[in-house]
């Protein structure tokens, strides 16, 4: 029986030190943090966590940590993707064996494969292994979509359940939605988006600002799934502006921007990632003022 990846799922920053190194004490109070407000489900490692810039060690502990700390709490979505397929498989392989939940993949980038290519680049990964597998789709940053056919073939593997839909296209998330099985999970890759996508029958979110406000977040997605659509508008009007300058630059800059500001990690990145603009990092505070969130997070601590 697989791990169910519903409702509110985190994208998990990966804190840094000054000196770049993993700052494993940073990680294990977020993931505390998450499990404490409520999150539903966490994805270490993914892009967000900036991934490409871990190394394989460096990769396999941030999951390691995770699971940790999670302790079965809530189900670990780990990612593991990419351009080259036999390095996906391997990373997989030893995410499966440190007791994940399920794998996030991502489609390869760069390298653009026709959709044939992406079929049998995911066919391979989950003949692998027997995790479940959520798909990642999103072309704005790949430059490859996965589209509604391929994905319909792809749902008839047994250990692929679901996608993280972040293709921006309303269009083809309704006809994802429809034309899939029943019990294919199909999860939000846009935090702006959710209302609409779970309205159209998906069954969360995989969410960048629940790294700045988790419990707001978890109650909108299931909001959203009890058909509480006017309670989630309301919520979602009021963090608009946060998701809005989360992507005032490209993610995660911003996001692990606010998280410094707020005290929960060091403003810290890899290159080629650089911190925010001045007059962006200006916007970023103002947003966090206006929501109150240097005010929460400063009496979460004391306390």
């Avoid at 994940?100 to 290519?117: C, D, H, R």
Wanted: hydrophobic share 45%.
């Amino acid at each position: 029986m697989f791990a169910e990846f519903k409702g509110c799922g985190t994208a998990m920053v990966t804190p840094f030190r000054k000196d770049l190194s993993l700052d494993e004490d940073a990680l294990r109070r977020l993931i505390r943090r998450q499990i404490a407000a409520g999150i539903n489900f966490l994805v270490p490692c993914g892009t967000t966590g900036e991934s490409p810039t871990l190394t394989h060690e460096e990769h396999l502990r941030v999951v390691a940590i995770t699971l940790e700390e999670a302790k079965g709490k809530v189900p670990v979505l780990a990612g593991a993707g990419g351009y080259d397929t036999r390095k996906v498989i391997e990373m997989a392989r030893e995410i499966e064996r440190m007791g994940a939940n399920g794998i996030l993949s991502v489609t390869p980038y760069y390298n653009k494969p026709t959709q044939e290519g992406l079929y049998q680049h995911y066919k391979a990964i989950a003949s692998a292994i027997s995790l479940p597998i959520i798909l990642y789709n999103v072309p704005p940053r790949t430059n490859v979509n996965i589209e509604p056919a391929t994905m319909l073939r792809l749902s008839e593997i047994e250990n692929i359940i679901g996608v993280k839909e972040a293709s921006g296209n309303i269009a083809q998330m309704t006809q994802v939605i429809q034309q899939m099985p029943e019990e294919f999970t199909v999860l939000s890759g846009d935090d702006a988006l959710t209302l609409p996508l779970v309205a159209m029958g998906g069954r969360g979110l995989i969410s960048v600002v629940s790294n700045e406000i988790p419990a707001e977040m978890t109650r909108l997605v299931q909001s959203c799934l009890e058909g509480e659509f006017a309670t989630a508008r309301a919520m979602l009007r009021k963090i608009l502006p946060l998701i809005e300058v989360n992507f005032i630059e490209t993610n995660p800059t911003p996001v692990k921007a606010a998280m410094a500001e707020m005290g929960l990690l060091e403003p810290v990145w890899r290159l080629p990632l650089v911190p925010p603009r001045p007059e962006n990092l200006a916007k970023i505070r103002a947003v966090l003022q206006s929501l109150a969130l240097f005010e929460r997070v400063h009496v979460a601590i004391r306390t």
